[in-house]
């Protein structure tokens, strides 16, 4: 072990002042993130424990992407890079706004250098997270509460961001892609003093996009580094962001057809026989000749796999792009006290605001079962002057959204290193403060299903929008949102704070031995303020209420320990607890007493071997992760009737999730380097035993993923440096859309592989680089929808170009 561990944040400050001896020292020592390479394979972070150590001895499971690569596979956000982390997936109803991943299908931390990045906030807002300014992702699973603040059940996503060098480097680069694609970015870093160093990063995307799904995009990252003193320095950045994503909320949608209605045969096998109108009378009753019509038009996928659109989709010219704008300014302060005391602290103000129009609905009704009534409207066919759609769309809704999120984080990080006996100790003592504030609106449109009536009966609201008639060929509304006399939805404020303060104790036993304890006190209050909304669609809630809030407290924990009997294989098991805001913008009903926050539980037990001179880091991992102390109403409840006796709502609902994942790095000679992971996991909804929803497969989350990423470097025709050649395989299981209240308890997903390749040639200055992704021109659906799939990206190219001085 290193006789000095230092912090995460500390050489997250302090990696430019080192210096590269030459060309050689530079390949074989390169700053991939925060911390030096060992050879071509990091084998050591900070993330778990805030101290630089080995992960041969960490004891939690931690996954590495370092730029390398990143750059090899032409990444430039998150959602791509979902293919390098094992357990790492889309979340399964994410309604195409920002970055919805999870891990081992539980929400997710987003954060830069340990601070704050946005949360993944479902079908509301958040950020798309690009890739421009980051050296490497590192990958924390599982709870990590008190080091990293309010804290998701599945971990955190951590994005080292570039810093200033004292050694000049100035980069230019270009990107040229399909569908009209193109970026264009600069990159400089350089001393201006002995003691003052500089990074400017700026960059502007633009493109049509596979399907129409136009981005854009304009960054500029700027950070000063002031060193005071050798024990001392300083860091301010500021980062803006700007940009403009197409939304596509439905992508290709299931259409909904009951089977257990229709005599339980699939759809591909009914007769207008088994299309049974409902035997009391109640719902759509079809007639006979309209009952073929309907059983024609079914196909042996409805119901179970989405409609295939190709590349048209129902995407309507009235859902406006989100228009995101990031504000970030961050001042970081280390201080080396001693040779054996360090004190960090970070002090961060974000902003994010979005703004956009989405669809919602939109879906095919063609045989559907609701409370139990056979084609109930308005989940029932389309029939209008008896004439039936059996391609229709019903209950379209449009909701345009006006959110506003203002951050404070600080953190504070002091660690002493000690010996007792022949012990090496670190001593970590570290305090937390964060303050959320949202500011939310939404408004929305609908079509005529949507009819609002008052205590006696008459119409207050009926929708304005048109149905779509066929969703092979729409006809969209025409005009404008307001034009369609839209509902103020929602419109509140939402404040939510949090503190704590945590001990954390590894030790360094022997040779063989490391262990680990962490325990921390938190607290997170929340505050809600209703602002009120339309008349028409709430008299209830018309009027503001007051502020109403709500606190809770308790501790968390880390337990570890890793036994390394030989040098290149050890055994490591994590118990780790975490806890997180019941619901960061769910409202607060009344001054209540204090509500219990929902909590995390993780266990793990994990394997790491390492060979080749370490060149290659092999991890497997069992583990069983879960979201604990979630809410759910109990049944017997009756508001004003109900004695003392009968509780409103139950605390033990939980999500749950098992499985084994794997991951390799590897250079195994100067020729060739390899990257593979993969994962079985079975994410289970076990929230509300009142619910038909109750342990099923969570949404979205395949039971399988896998892939590889494989460099040849070639020597050939003579050139003076060898030219990469890289391929890649990503495998990904069927995946649950499973919704009984929409009829389709058996909709899915479908699998699929792809196949991608790469081949770059770099010089001293000069890099050029040719991505082809999915080869062979694979028809699939890159993510799980609300009720259906989101079509991958046709075969494409991108070229690339950078010039570095």
Same mark, same amino acid.
């Given at each position: 072990?290193?006789?000095?561990?230092?912090?995460?944040?500390t050489l997250?400050?302090?990696?430019?002042?080192?210096?590269?001896?030459s060309?050689t020292?530079?390949?074989?020592?390169?700053?991939i993130?925060?911390y030096q390479?060992?050879?071509?394979?990091?084998m050591?972070?900070?993330?778990?424990?805030?101290?630089?150590?080995s992960?041969?001895?960490?004891?939690a499971?931690?996954?590495?992407?370092?730029?390398?690569?990143?750059?090899s596979?032409?990444v430039?956000?998150?959602?791509?890079?979902?293919r390098?982390?094992?357990?790492?997936?889309?979340a399964?109803?994410n309604?195409?706004?920002?970055?919805?991943?999870?891990i081992?299908?539980?929400?997710?931390?987003?954060t830069?250098?340990g601070?704050?990045?946005?949360?993944?906030?479902?079908?509301?807002f958040?950020p798309?997270?690009?890739?421009?300014?980051?050296?490497?992702?590192?990958?924390?699973k599982g709870?990590?509460t008190?080091?990293?603040?309010?804290?998701?059940?599945?971990?955190?996503?951590?994005?080292?961001e570039?810093?200033?060098e004292?050694?000049?480097?100035?980069?230019?680069?270009?990107?040229l892609?399909?569908?009209?694609?193109?970026?264009?970015?600069?990159?400089?870093?350089?001393?201006?003093?002995?003691?003052?160093?500089?990074?400017v990063?700026a960059?502007?995307?633009s493109?049509?996009?596979?399907?129409?799904?136009k981005?854009?995009?304009?960054e500029?990252?700027?950070?000063?580094?002031?060193?005071?003193?050798?024990?001392?320095?300083v860091?301010?950045?500021?980062t803006?962001?700007?940009?403009?994503?197409a939304?596509?909320?439905?992508?290709?949608?299931?259409?909904?057809?009951n089977a257990?209605t229709?005599?339980?045969?699939?759809?591909?096998?009914?007769?207008?026989?088994?299309?049974?109108n409902?035997?009391?009378?109640?719902?759509l009753?079809?007639?006979?000749?309209?009952?073929?019509?309907?059983a024609?038009?079914l196909?042996?996928?409805?119901?179970?796999?989405?409609?295939?659109f190709?590349?048209?989709?129902?995407?309507?010219?009235m859902?406006?792009?989100?228009?995101?704008?990031?504000?970030?300014?961050?001042?970081?302060h280390?201080y080396?006290?001693?040779?054996?005391?360090?004190?960090?602290?970070?002090?961060?103000?974000?902003?994010y605001?979005?703004?956009?129009?989405?669809?919602?609905g939109?879906?095919?009704?063609?045989?559907?079962?609701?409370?139990?009534?056979?084609?109930?409207?308005?989940?029932?066919?389309?029939?209008?002057?008896?004439?039936?759609?059996?391609?229709?769309a019903?209950?379209q809704?449009?909701?345009?959204?006006?959110?506003?999120?203002?951050?404070?984080?600080?953190?504070?990080?002091l660690?002493?290193?000690?010996?007792?006996?022949d012990?090496d100790?670190?001593?970590?003592?570290?305090?937390?403060?964060?303050?959320?504030?949202?500011?939310f609106?939404?408004?929305?449109?609908?079509?005529s299903?949507?009819?609002?009536?008052?205590?006696?009966?008459?119409?207050?609201?009926?929708?304005a929008?048109?149905?779509?008639?066929?969703?092979?060929?729409?006809?969209?509304?025409?005009g404008?949102?307001?034009?369609?006399?839209?509902?103020?939805?929602?419109?509140?404020?939402?404040?939510?704070q949090?503190?704590?303060?945590g001990?954390?104790?590894?030790?360094?036993?022997?040779?063989?031995?490391?262990?680990r304890?962490?325990?921390a006190?938190?607290?997170?209050k929340?505050s809600?303020?209703?602002?009120?909304?339309?008349?028409?669609?709430?008299?209830?809630?018309?009027?503001?209420?007051?502020?109403a809030?709500t606190s809770?407290?308790?501790?968390t924990?880390?337990?570890g320990?890793?036994?390394?009997?030989?040098?290149d294989?050890?055994?490591?098991v994590n118990?780790?607890?975490g806890r997180?805001?019941?619901s960061?913008?769910?409202?607060?009903?009344g =001054?209540?007493?204090?509500?219990?926050? #929902?909590? *995390? $539980?993780?266990n793990?037990?994990?394997?790491? @071997?390492?060979?080749? %001179?370490?060149?290659?880091l092999a991890?497997?991992?069992?583990?069983e992760?879960?979201?604990?102390?979630?809410?759910?109403?109990?049944?017997?409840?009756?508001?004003?009737?109900?004695?003392?006796?009968i509780?409103?709502?139950?605390?033990?609902?939980?999500?749950?999730?098992?499985?084994?994942?794997?991951?390799?790095?590897?250079y195994?000679n100067?020729?060739?380097?390899?990257?593979?992971?993969?994962v079985y996991?079975d994410?289970?909804?076990?929230?509300n035993?009142?619910?038909?929803a109750?342990?099923?497969?969570?949404?979205?989350?395949?039971?399988v993923?896998?892939?590889?990423w494989?460099?040849?470097?070639?020597?050939i025709?003579?050139?003076?440096?060898?030219?990469?050649?890289?391929?890649g395989?990503?495998?990904?299981? =069927?995946?649950?859309?499973?919704?009984? #209240?929409? *009829? $389709?308890?058996?909709?899915?997903?479908?699998? @699929?592989?792809?196949? %991608?390749?790469?081949i770059?040639?770099t010089?001293?200055?000069?890099?050029?680089?040719l991505?082809?992704?999915?080869?062979?021109?694979?028809?699939?659906?890159?993510?799980a929808?609300?009720?259906?799939?989101m079509?991958?990206?046709?075969?494409n190219?991108?070229?690339?170009?950078?010039?570095?001085?």
């Amino acid at each position: 072990m290193k006789q000095f561990n230092y912090s995460l944040l500390t050489l997250a400050c302090l990696n430019a002042q080192a210096a590269l001896a030459s060309t050689t020292a530079e390949q074989d020592i390169e700053h991939i993130s925060v911390y030096q390479k060992q050879n071509q394979v990091v084998m050591s972070s900070g993330l778990a424990t805030k101290s630089d150590m080995s992960l041969m001895e960490t004891p939690a499971p931690v996954v590495i992407i370092d730029r390398e690569l990143i750059e090899s596979q032409g990444v430039d956000n998150l959602q791509d890079l979902v293919r390098n982390v094992s357990g790492l997936t889309q979340a399964g109803n994410n309604y195409g706004i920002g970055d919805n991943l999870v891990i081992r299908g539980l929400d997710a931390n987003y954060t830069y250098d340990g601070m704050y990045g946005g949360a993944g906030l479902g079908n509301t807002f958040n950020p798309t997270r690009s890739l421009t300014n980051v050296e490497s992702v590192e990958v924390l699973k599982g709870p990590a509460t008190g080091l990293y603040g309010i804290g998701s059940a599945g971990g955190v996503i951590n994005l080292i961001e570039k810093k200033p060098e004292f050694e000049e480097k100035h980069k230019v680069a270009l990107e040229l892609g399909q569908w009209d694609s193109y970026s264009l970015a600069f990159d400089s870093t350089n001393a201006l003093s002995d003691n003052l160093a500089y990074r400017v990063m700026a960059k502007t995307a633009s493109s049509d996009g596979f399907r129409d799904l136009k981005e854009e995009r304009d960054e500029i990252y700027t950070s000063l580094k002031y060193v005071l003193n050798d024990k001392q320095d300083v860091m301010l950045s500021a980062t803006y962001i700007k940009d403009s994503i197409a939304v596509d909320s439905i992508g290709h949608p299931i259409r909904i057809y009951n089977a257990e209605t229709a005599n339980g045969l699939a759809a591909g096998e009914v007769t207008a026989a088994d299309l049974v109108n409902d035997p009391t009378g109640s719902g759509l009753q079809l007639t006979s000749e309209q009952q073929l019509q309907l059983a024609n038009s079914l196909s042996a996928t409805d119901g179970l796999t989405p409609y295939d659109f190709g590349t048209n989709g129902i995407i309507s010219p009235m859902a406006d792009d989100n228009e995101g704008e990031e504000l970030r300014f961050k001042l970081t302060h280390n201080y080396f006290i001693t040779d054996d005391l360090f004190l960090n602290q970070q002090l961060q103000y974000r902003n994010y605001t979005s703004n956009f129009a989405r669809q919602t609905g939109a879906f095919n009704y063609v045989y559907s079962t609701r409370s139990g009534v056979i084609n109930q409207d308005p989940r029932a066919p389309l029939v209008e002057n008896d004439v039936l759609y059996p391609f229709a769309a019903r209950r379209q809704e449009y909701r345009q959204v006006e959110a506003d999120e203002k951050s404070w984080q600080y953190f504070l990080d002091l660690r002493y290193d000690f010996e007792i006996g022949d012990i090496d100790n670190e001593l970590l003592v570290n305090a937390n403060y964060e303050d959320r504030d949202i500011s939310f609106k939404q408004y929305s449109i609908y079509d005529s299903d949507k009819v609002i009536y008052d205590t006696d009966g008459n119409v207050l609201y009926q929708g304005a929008l048109p149905y779509i008639y066929d969703m092979r060929q729409p006809n969209w509304p025409i005009g404008g949102f307001d034009d369609y006399d839209p509902l103020k939805t929602s419109d509140y404020n939402k404040k939510v704070q949090a503190w704590g303060m945590g001990v954390q104790y590894v030790g360094y036993i022997n040779d063989t031995l490391t262990t680990r304890i962490g325990v921390a006190y938190n607290r997170i209050k929340q505050s809600y303020e209703h602002n009120g909304v339309d008349e028409r669609y709430s008299s209830s809630r018309a009027e503001p209420t007051p502020e109403a809030n709500t606190s809770d407290s308790g501790l968390t924990y880390n337990l570890g320990a890793t036994y390394q009997p030989t040098e290149d294989f050890s055994v490591f098991v994590n118990h780790s607890k975490g806890r997180t805001a019941y619901s960061v913008l769910g409202s607060v009903a009344g =001054n209540e007493a204090d509500r219990e926050d #929902s909590e *995390s $539980i993780s266990n793990d037990l994990g394997f790491r @071997y390492k060979a080749f %001179d370490d060149q290659l880091l092999a991890t497997l991992v069992v583990f069983e992760s879960a979201r604990t102390n979630l809410e759910y109403s109990n049944p017997l409840y009756e508001a004003g009737v109900s004695g003392p006796d009968i509780v409103e709502s139950y605390f033990d609902g939980e999500e749950q999730t098992k499985g084994v994942e794997l991951d390799l790095n590897a250079y195994l000679n100067e020729q060739w380097k390899i990257n593979v992971n993969g994962v079985y996991q079975d994410a289970r909804d076990k929230s509300n035993p009142n619910s038909s929803a109750y342990d099923t497969r969570q949404k979205g989350v395949p039971y399988v993923t896998a892939s590889t990423w494989v460099t040849y470097y070639a020597n050939i025709f003579n050139l003076p440096e060898s030219v990469n050649i890289s391929g890649g395989i990503t495998y990904v299981d =069927n995946r649950s859309t499973n919704s009984s #209240s929409f *009829s $389709i308890p058996d909709g899915y997903v479908p699998g @699929y592989t792809v196949y %991608d390749a790469a081949i770059s040639y770099t010089t001293k200055q000069w890099n050029m680089q040719l991505n082809l992704n999915n080869l062979f021109n694979k028809q699939y659906y890159s993510k799980a929808m609300f009720l259906g799939g989101m079509p991958g990206e046709e075969r494409n190219a991108k070229l690339s170009f950078s010039y570095t001085l």
